[in-house]
């Protein structure tokens, strides 16, 4: 689809504890994804990991609860609030 910015995993940008942060990421993929066309973005990863040796482990942004929750949250809405084009879809 063309280039975009390549942020940080989520584990990493969890571990700033920065919730602006991780808006101005949401909003600025949000942009590009309006700017390239997409009409889906599956990047949020709010799964509480488990076992240490789950290997998607780098996609959630660490083992505490609220914070998964709150980080998803700001990704997702301000990537879609971006982009009304994206799809919001969650699985169980």
């Known amino acids: 689809m063309g280039s975009s910015t390549a942020f940080p995993v ?7 504890w920065d ?3 991780e808006r101005r990421i ?3 993929i949000g942009r590009e994804a309006k700017a390239q066309g997409a009409n ?8 509480l990991p488990r076992h240490p040796a789950w290997g998607r482990i780098q996609e959630t942004y ?5 914070m998964l929750g709150e980080f998803g949250l700001a990704l997702t809405e301000r990537s ?13």
């Open 62 to 66: 660490g083992e505490n609860p609220l």
């Open 26 to 28: 949401g909003d600025a």
């Open 10 to 16: 989520a584990m990493a940008r969890g571990a700033t």
């Open 80 to 92: 879609t609030e971006s982009y009304h084009g994206l799809r919001r879809t969650f699985c169980p």
């Open 19 to 21: 919730i602006d942060l």
């Open 40 to 47: 889906y973005f599956a990047g949020v990863c709010v799964n």
